[in-house]
């Protein structure tokens, strides 16, 4: 037993209250020879975790432009379109085998892991260089649309009742 802050508990109206507390025991080997070091129980990967390696290891690179880091981060998590769009009407036919319905499955989490990725890269900037980011989506249209990720929709010179345009106005506000 020890002596322990309780603020939530019955003893909340005291400071401090006998609360048993659970020791932690130290680290017990894993299946392996006697005499070797314990080692970590093997963890599930996420097959649809996006790689966004290019984010964190050339962040100022990654940085330079939205549009460039969008190509690498496509080229590092891709996904056969035609292949998934084939499958897919087959699947809308009714007509699919067993081994293609899945590859359609794994063709679908590859599709996943890059528009998350893209959403990664969408929320890279905005943290970072919104204001840029903006600016080169404007370069190119008023949205930027990829295959598998969000949306994303710059409006031109819109007026608000304030007589102030989107272009005046902080990107937190933009985003509501």
Do not use: C, W
Request: aromatic residues 6%.
């Amino acid at each position: 037993m020890r002596i322990v802050p309780d603020y939530v508990g019955e003893a909340a109206g005291r400071a401090m209250a006998s609360v048993a507390v659970a020791s932690v025991s130290p680290a017990v080997p894993a299946s392996g020879p006697a005499g070797s070091p314990p080692r970590a129980p093997d963890a599930a990967v996420d097959p649809s975790a996006p790689d966004v390696s290019v984010l964190v290891n050339e962040f100022a690179t990654a940085l330079q432009s939205f549009f460039s880091t969008i190509q690498r981060i496509v080229a590092a998590n891709p996904v056969a379109m035609p292949r998934l769009m084939e499958l897919a009407g087959l699947a809308r036919a009714g007509v699919l085998a067993p081994d293609q319905a899945a590859e359609l499955q794994m063709l679908k989490v590859q599709a996943l892991r890059q528009g998350k990725a893209v959403g990664a890269v969408i929320g890279f900037f905005l943290k970072f260089k919104p204001y840029p980011m903006l600016a080169e989506i404007r370069q190119h249209g008023k949205l930027f649309q990829p295959p598998f990720g969000p949306l994303v929709v710059v409006p031109l010179g819109v007026r608000h009742e304030d007589g102030s345009s989107t272009r005046d106005r902080p990107v937190h506000r933009l985003l509501r």
